[in-house]
């Protein structure tokens, strides 16, 4: 089974980004790609090959589900785990993204020592139940 190493993040607040770069870069090892909009990450999906993509749900160009279909289509329909993450809480709100197409729903805010764990983890989890939608 393939080791999760290319990690993809699409969040336009700036602090958040940067402590997702400090979380999944520097403590966790992961190579990424950091996007404050979904157009640049969409345009850049398909040269980074990202195999996990933590996708913000509120963007300032599109929301983070309107931008799914075309990172996927970008991908070719390779097989990337997708992590939503939402600062929405409510009744309902993580079924209603999991039927928007993401393995993973993960509110704000967020520990970041643990977060490399947690997303090894849905990689793993992921890898062992077969390829991602």
């Not at 699409?10 to 402590?19: A, F, G, K, L």
């Not at 404050?36 to 999906?45: F, P, Q, Y």
């Not at 785990?81 to 197409?101: Q, Y």
């Amino acid at each position: 089974m393939p080791t999760l190493e290319r990690v993809m993040v699409v969040e336009d607040d700036p602090d958040i980004r940067d402590i997702l770069d400090m979380s999944l870069g520097t403590m966790g090892g992961f190579t990424l790609s950091l996007h404050a909009e979904a157009h640049s990450a969409i345009d850049a999906v398909a040269d980074f090959a990202p195999q996990l993509i933590v996708l913000d749900v509120m963007l300032p160009d599109m929301s983070g589900p309107e931008a799914l279909p075309f990172l996927k289509q970008r991908l070719h329909d390779k097989p990337a785990v997708v992590v939503f993450l939402t600062a929405t809480a409510g009744t309902g709100v993580r079924e209603e993204f999991m039927a928007k197409g993401a393995q993973v729903v993960m509110f704000k805010p967020f520990d970041p020592v643990t977060l490399p764990g947690l997303l090894e983890g849905v990689w793993t989890q992921h890898q062992t139940e077969g390829t991602p939608d």
